[in-house]
């Protein structure tokens, strides 16, 4: 069921951003609490197959961007790093400053991709026939949501790999903020009267006790 589900949460997902429906609300956004929280989405898969993880993270990186897609970009790239690495491989996360842009690498010690796949990774519905586990798989489309995201922060993602068993390595690069600028709790927040005049919540759920909470 569980897996169903992420199939479905993937399928709409694809779905709103094909037709142009993901609006995001951008903020100032840290990456090292974005990479934080996709290592801690991740870490199940991660620790169930004992991949060893290795984290460098340059202080003060900053972009504009919505915290809670970048992170889902990132967990999806660690996702896909834990499938497709044999048990006790090494997953390797790393952000810096070039430039104008922070330059994310997400790179791995598993399978690899074969060189006439590398230009399509992209594409929706595209997986390594080698790498097509349906019980840790997907429909291939999370590279495709991936790309998208990325794509809606002004940024870019490319995959790098020297063939099968030889690993992989995909590079986000998104534009850099200058360092010192408010994060969203530093923000000030909206009045409650601002945010609950008029409000109506319609709470539903088949376990009575849930309700009442």
Do not use: C
Request: proline letters at 4%; charged letters at 25%; glycine letters at 10%.
């Amino acid at each position: 069921v569980r897996h169903v589900v992420r199939l479905v949460d993937d399928l709409l997902d694809i779905s709103r951003i094909t037709r142009g429906k993901v609006t995001l609300e951008k903020e100032p956004v840290d990456v090292g609490e974005v990479i934080s929280r996709a290592i801690e989405m991740a870490g199940p898969l991660l620790e169930q197959r004992g991949h060893r993880i290795e984290r460098s993270v340059e202080e003060d990186l900053f972009v504009h961007g919505n915290a809670v897609r970048l992170a889902q970009v990132v967990s999806n790239l660690l996702n896909n790093a834990a499938k497709y690495t044999d048990a006790g491989g090494l997953v390797r996360i790393a952000a810096v400053r070039d430039g104008e842009w922070v330059e994310l690498v997400v790179s791995d010690s598993g399978m690899g991709i074969s060189p006439e796949m590398l230009p399509r990774i992209f594409d929706l519905f595209v997986q390594e026939k080698q790498a097509l586990d349906r019980a840790q798989g997907g429909l291939g489309l999370g590279l495709a949501i991936v790309k998208s995201l990325v794509g809606l922060h002004g940024g870019t993602v490319t995959a790098h790999s020297e063939g099968l068993d030889r690993g992989s390595a995909f590079v986000i690069r998104l534009p850099a903020l200058e360092p010192g600028l408010p994060t969203r709790r530093d923000s000030p927040s909206p009045s409650l009267g601002a945010r609950s005049r008029g409000t109506r919540v319609l709470v539903v759920d088949d376990n009575v006790d849930a309700v009442e909470l």
